[in-house]
């Protein structure tokens, strides 16, 4: 294979048999090598082929600076999170896990330790990507030697969050943290706890992400309700007033005017964790 372009050392740029680029790695597989020289194919370890071009440019650029091994030791976490979520991932994950994984390991050598304050949050929320985020740490440790603390496993879950997205926004520690908001609202408002193993909190959670998302977007869902919700908050008087404590937040907190459509689904998913109380 000829060189397109040398990273460093250990990666340059080739075509395939169909001219598209693609990336390749290996230990010295560019020593003393230029443009337009052939490469060793028993020197590639490793290759490359992300589909984007966009995402293909900033990874590119990510591994100029970036170890080889940190590069493998994030591609083994991906691999891992795809087995284990069962989930496609969006490319950019190759760019932002292996930047957050080259980041954590260099602040961790100059015992820069950073706190989740979501972390909990985020396992409740997210706990099959929370389940990858530790095992992360674990490959981590035993590949590179270095020792994360838990923290991380929920820092790295919110990259498999993002990637399982539509669109590449990076809005899942917002949506943790919109969740946990409107989670208390409801507690307070009914002063009690949720049993979080149940069917219906999960229902409720999920339902609330999504809304999140929506909210964060800026997406609406019409006002098509309005006859079905009145019968619905004299029915629910509680549930409904707790409803309305949300729509004050999201309206205070976002500017985002709840429809009747997003009241009555509130409405009835409180009632679905509340009926008992």
């Known amino acids: ?31 003393g090598k230029k443009k337009g020289q052939s490469i060793d194919l028993e020197q590639i370890e490793k290759s490359f082929l992300l589909k984007d071009k966009e995402t293909q440019s900033k990874f590119t ?23 284990k979520l069962g989930k496609n991932l969006n490319e ?16 961790y050598r ?3 330790i950073l706190k989740n304050p979501l972390r909990w949050d985020i396992a409740r929320f997210y706990p099959d990507e929370y389940a990858v985020g530790e095992k992360a740490i674990e490959i981590v440790r035993n590949d590179l030697g270095v020792s994360f603390e838990i923290d991380e496993a929920a820092f790295i879950a919110i990259h498999f969050v993002n990637a399982e ?3 590449s926004w990076d809005f899942a520690y917002e ?5 946990k908001n409107i989670e208390t609202i409801i507690k307070n408002h009914y002063r009690t ?3 979080e193993n149940s069917l219906d909190y999960y229902r409720f959670v999920t339902h609330v992400k999504f809304f999140a998302q929506r909210l964060l977007a800026g997406d609406h869902y019409d006002d098509e309700d ?14 409904y007033a707790s409803a309305l404590e949300i729509k004050d937040y999201v309206q205070k907190d976002f500017e985002y005017e709840l429809s009747s459509t997003e009241l009555l689904y509130l409405t009835a998913h409180i009632r679905r964790i509340t009926k008992n109380l």
């Open 110 to 112: 100059e015992g820069l």
């Open 193 to 195: 706890e949720f049993d």
């Open 92 to 107: 950019i994950i190759y760019v932002n896990l292996t930047d957050h994984i080259h980041s954590a390991i260099d602040r």
């Open 165 to 167: 997205m539509d669109k």
């Open 226 to 239: 309005e006859e079905l919700l009145n019968t619905l908050k004299h029915k629910y008087e509680g549930e």
């Open 175 to 179: 949506i943790a943290e919109i969740t």
């Open 1 to 31: 294979m000829i060189i397109k372009r040398v990273l460093n050392n250990n990666t340059v740029i080739s075509s395939n048999s169909k001219g598209v680029d693609v990336l390749l790695m290996g230990k010295g597989i560019a020593f």
């Open 61 to 83: 650029e990510l591994l100029i600076n970036v170890p080889m091994e940190h590069i493998l030791v994030s591609e083994k976490i991906i691999n891992f999170g795809k087995i």
